[in-house]
């Protein structure tokens, strides 16, 4: 059973970072690719970055490439979201997920936590 569990959330200034956790309370953490993504009201929701079982490979939406990192520990079955250079179009609910797969979209058979809002100010 996965259960996935966002925090790290909150108000920042544009051009500041903020770090999103996200921790699976079951027993098989190591075994999914995590990643994450957003969505703003009315919007279709988003990919934003993906990391493999082991941590070995990551990948990058284009608009967060080279702000954003993205990280796990296993030992602490927890996948982080380090998110430098803020700008207001980050702000948004972000969504930390479980997949079977290191790909850029989402299915119906990956495990999803409840999301945190960042919300990013001029």
């Known amino acids: 059973q996965v259960q996935l569990v966002e925090s790290g959330g909150g108000l920042v200034q544009a051009g500041g970072s903020l770090r999103l956790s996200c921790t699976d309370s079951?027993?098989?953490?190591?075994?999914?690719?995590m990643g994450w993504f957003r969505q703003a009201p009315g919007k279709e929701r988003e990919f934003v970055a993906v990391?493999?079982?082991?941590?070995?490979?990551?990948k990058y939406a284009d608009s967060v490439k080279g702000r954003f990192t993205i990280s796990r520990d296993n030992a602490k079955n927890t996948v982080y979201l380090q998110m430098d250079s803020l700008k207001p179009e980050d702000t948004t609910v972000y969504y930390c997920?479980?997949?079977?797969?290191?790909?850029?979209?989402?299915?119906?058979?990956?495990?999803w936590g409840q999301g945190t809002q960042v919300t990013v100010s001029t």
């Open positions: 990391i493999n079982w082991i941590g070995g490979r990551t």
């Open positions: 997920n479980a997949k079977s797969n290191i790909d850029t979209t989402w299915r119906a058979d990956d495990y």
């Open positions: 079951g027993r098989t953490f190591s075994s999914y690719a």
